[in-house]
């Protein structure tokens, strides 16, 4: 199973960006996906999750939630996080991993649970 976060980029204040995160060795029937984010000297913590094999698991944290929005392409195993209005509160590295935290993910998480791929720099300037 590995997974891959691209799209991120230099923008400034209300922008929009689209992150993909590209997936194999697995389906999107398999796994939820959820998506991350660390900014410079914070916990990494749960920004959203998309759930083929459970629709009711899909959620977004506080934070994002009228901004951002998640879906996936199950014949690409593709999933789609679309941010809007971006501000520089949401300036942090963004990952994508096969399970779905909400909150604050522990230092020790990553390489107890679930398969996660490396991280696309988004950067906010106002």
């Known amino acids: 199973v590995q997974l891959q976060a691209s799209g991120g980029g230099s923008v400034q204040t209300g922008s929009s960006l689209r992150l993909s995160c590209s997936g194999s060795g697995f389906t999107l029937n398999d796994y939820a996906i959820g998506w991350f984010r660390q900014a410079p000297g914070k916990h990494r913590e749960g920004v959203s999750c998309f759930s083929l094999p459970d629709d009711s698991s899909t959620y977004y944290a506080e934070f994002v939630k009228g901004r951002f929005t998640t879906s996936g392409d199950i014949a690409k195993t593709t999933v789609y996080l679309q941010m809007s209005d971006l501000n520089p509160e949401d300036t942090a590295v963004y990952y994508c991993?096969?399970?779905?935290?909400?909150?604050?993910?522990?230092?020790?998480?990553?390489?107890?649970?679930?398969?996660w791929g490396q991280g696309t720099l988004v950067t906010v300037s106002s």
């Open positions: 991993a096969t399970v779905c935290i909400y909150g604050t993910v522990l230092p020790s998480t990553p390489a107890k649970f679930g398969s």
